[in-house]
């Protein structure tokens, strides 16, 4: 996750963020992010076995994690050890971004001023908020909002009723009407008296040639972001969840739904109604068949159907018995 442009942020000393641990250093927090991506001084997190590898490999200052998982990590890095981290995850998360877990409406939000967007054409009752950039040769469809900070390319085609925050979106792309690009995502934490809401800090990157069709919502990334690959079609109705990563190439029909977390390869083809669990790894030139159930990896070069999904041949197995 590059540098958050759409969020503020709180300059927050690493110990008075946990005063009950005896940490050794103490320094503004630069970050909080994946262990993949993780910095010096940025704060990380570990909850799951299935990330050793990346644990073992990150660079961040400080990190989050269970007690029974804590020797995975590099010995440099502080631990603060917890009976519950997407807990701490939370509350550390809205101590560095205080307005992250509601999408408040954007009150910069004002008519286009044609000076500024010279090379753009735009529709009737388009707005804008501030620091918005708009490519040469671009199209803005009416009642579309794009709000502050976001970044659009050249030659993009942006549909009537299109709502765009938290998003850079890359050259040559087209969103078709009534697309919700960069909301908040469904992400919160039950407890017995209230579901407390997880914050969403990431953003959503679309990547050159990419073509979205009619009433389709992309979420931002909660810690991460959410991306689509270059020159990947999508189907009218479609809902990508926060940090689902979609490879270059692939062709996605009507009303899929992907849950969170995600990653999908390059080349993937997946008929309508299918549906992708979350935190699942989609192999590259993978092909799904429509209303299929994917609930478990699928490694390259498959062909699934059904629910669950199961290789193709033994799904026309089991319809013969």
Not at 28 to 47: G, S, Y
């Amino acid at each position: 996750m590059s540098k958050n442009i759409f969020f503020k942020k709180k300059n927050i000393k690493i110990k008075n963020a946990f005063p009950a641990y005896d940490l050794k250093r103490d320094f503004i927090i630069n970050n909080i992010r994946p262990l993949h991506q993780a910095q010096k001084n940025d704060v990380t997190f570990f909850d799951s076995i299935k990330y050793r590898n990346l644990a073992e490999k990150t660079k961040a200052s400080v990190c989050i994690t269970l007690d029974t998982l804590k020797g995975y990590l590099p010995n440099k890095i502080e631990k603060i050890i917890v009976k519950n981290v997407l807990v701490e995850v939370l509350n550390i998360t809205k101590k560095i971004y205080p307005f992250s877990d509601v999408d408040y409406p954007d009150l910069t939000l004002k008519k286009p001023i044609t000076k500024k967007f010279k090379a753009v054409k735009f529709g009737n009752n388009v707005l804008v908020g501030k620091n918005v950039k708009i490519g040469k040769n671009s199209f803005i469809g009416s009642n579309t909002i794009i709000e502050h900070d976001v970044t659009i390319g050249n030659n993009c085609v942006i549909g009537s009723g299109v709502i765009i925050k938290n998003t850079v979106v890359g050259d040559r792309v087209v969103l078709q009407d009534d697309c919700k690009i960069g909301q908040k995502g469904f992400g919160f934490i039950p407890s017995k008296n209230k579901n407390i809401k997880f914050p969403h800090i990431g953003k959503v990157f679309i990547n050159n040639d990419v073509e979205i069709a009619s009433g389709c919502t992309i979420d931002r990334g909660s810690i991460d972001d959410t991306i689509i690959g270059a020159n990947t079609y999508i189907d009218n109705q479609v809902h990508i969840a926060h940090n689902v990563k979609i490879g270059s190439n692939c062709m996605i029909a009507g009303q899929v739904g992907f849950a969170g977390s995600s990653k999908i390869g390059d080349n993937v083809s997946i008929g309508g109604q299918a549906g992708v669990s979350g935190h699942l790894v989609i192999g590259n030139n993978v092909k799904i068949g429509g209303g299929s159930g994917v609930v478990k990896n699928i490694e390259d070069n498959q062909i699934v159907m059904g629910y669950p999904a199961v290789p193709l041949k033994e799904f026309l197995r089991n319809k013969k018995k």
